[in-house]
């Protein structure tokens, strides 16, 4: 059984440029999570989702930044127009349970944004 | 803001030593947490956690110790390896709310052999 699974592991993008940061979660895993990381900093809750649904998006900025997790295929983060701002390492997770139970993290995208 | 912070960024022990990462959180509803150990270029692993319900709760050569009175989470690790070199995060999840997890900053632990 696979783990969560992040594509890519690394991305560099020019400023202005969209980057699409994708997660497969663990296998019969309905719950995903996005999460953003800064250097020397904990992890940043950004957006939760069940399949088709966005439960929680409180932490993602309003613009530029969107989620999806559709029936079929991977969640996918996605953000236009990238700013350097934008560079940190971005965590997938994904849990059978709600309630932050059984959370298993991927080993992140490293976004630099150049 | 955040709820969760740690009383020391780094922490140095000799190898075989016991160590002790300690955690406040602010939150009193608060009901789950959990550690994190994460290492150079890779995800947060999964460590031990803890329900509101216990006070104590004990892994292989890991203790978690929870103080509601005083919101304290500390982690012990029994004869720390070099391998337990990385930074540890504790992270809690509030009862009733969204299911977000809420980080602390890290606490980088380093084992000298």
């Known amino acids: 059984n696979a783990g969560v699974m992040q594509n890519p592991r690394h ?9 699409r940061l994708r997660c497969s979660p663990m296998k019969g895993h309905s719950h995903v999570y996005w999460y953003r990381q800064l250097p020397e900093e904990g992890l940043k ?32 983060l996605r953000i236009q127009q990238v700013v350097r701002g934008d560079s940190a390492a971005y965590f997938c997770a994904s849990s059978p349970l709600i309630g932050g139970y059984g959370y298993t993290f991927g080993s992140g995208t490293r976004l630099t944004v150049v | 803001g955040e709820s969760v912070g740690l009383h020391l960024p780094t922490l140095s022990v000799q190898e075989g030593d016991n160590s002790i990462i300690n955690c406040a959180y602010s939150n009193s509803a608060s009901d789950y947490f ?13 460590i031990i956690d803890i329900r509101s319900n ?6 292989q050569r890991v203790t978690v110790l929870l103080n509601k009175t005083v919101k304290h989470l500390s982690l012990q690790i029994a004869a720390t390896q070099p391998g337990d070199s990385a930074v540890y995060f504790c992270a809690e999840n509030v009862k009733g709310g969204s299911e977000k997890l809420v980080f602390g900053k890290g606490t980088k632990l380093t084992v000298n052999p």
């Open chain 2, 54 to 59: 216990m006070d104590k709760r004990q892994g």
């Open chain 1, 11 to 19: 991305l560099v993008r020019r400023r202005g440029q969209e980057a």
């Open chain 1, 45 to 76: 809750f950004m957006v939760y989702l069940q399949k088709e649904n966005i439960i929680d998006e409180s932490g993602m900025p309003k613009e530029r930044f969107s989620a999806e997790f559709p029936k079929e295929g991977p969640s996918i």
């Open chain 2, 34 to 46: 959990i550690w994190y150990k994460q290492e150079s270029g890779k995800g947060p692993q999964f």
